[in-house]
């Protein structure tokens, strides 16, 4: 770890909780991600999930540091639309995903 890096809060998401600007996914080592004829299909033990392609490059930022606000930052970049809106559309996958033990999820600092 570099100096300028701040370990994240390692707390487990309650599947109840609600996830939020800071808070950051990672995934399970139990996750399984398979491209199939240009579908995203994305699954734990027992919940698979085909992601649409918006999903799909959401899930492709992913990388246990980045939080909800820093991907919808660089989405919204991207294609020039509302990072708010990103923001939102990015808790909803995320919350349903952690609900099925597909991604975990720690509370972190935006590094954006």
Do not use: C
């Amino acid at each position: 770890m570099s100096l300028d890096e701040t370990p994240l809060e390692k707390t487990p998401l309650d599947k109840n909780a609600q996830v939020g600007p800071g808070s950051v996914a990672s995934l399970p080592l139990n996750v399984k991600i398979r491209n199939h004829r240009g579908t995203t299909v994305v699954g734990g033990y027992e919940h698979f999930f085909e992601l649409t392609a918006s999903a799909a490059h959401i899930w492709r930022q992913i990388d246990g540091r980045r939080t909800v606000s820093d991907i919808a930052a660089l989405i919204a970049q991207e294609y020039d639309i509302d990072q708010e809106s990103v923001v939102q559309d990015i808790v909803e996958l995320f919350t349903e995903l952690a609900r099925h033990d597909v991604v975990n999820i720690a509370q972190g600092e935006s590094r954006a």
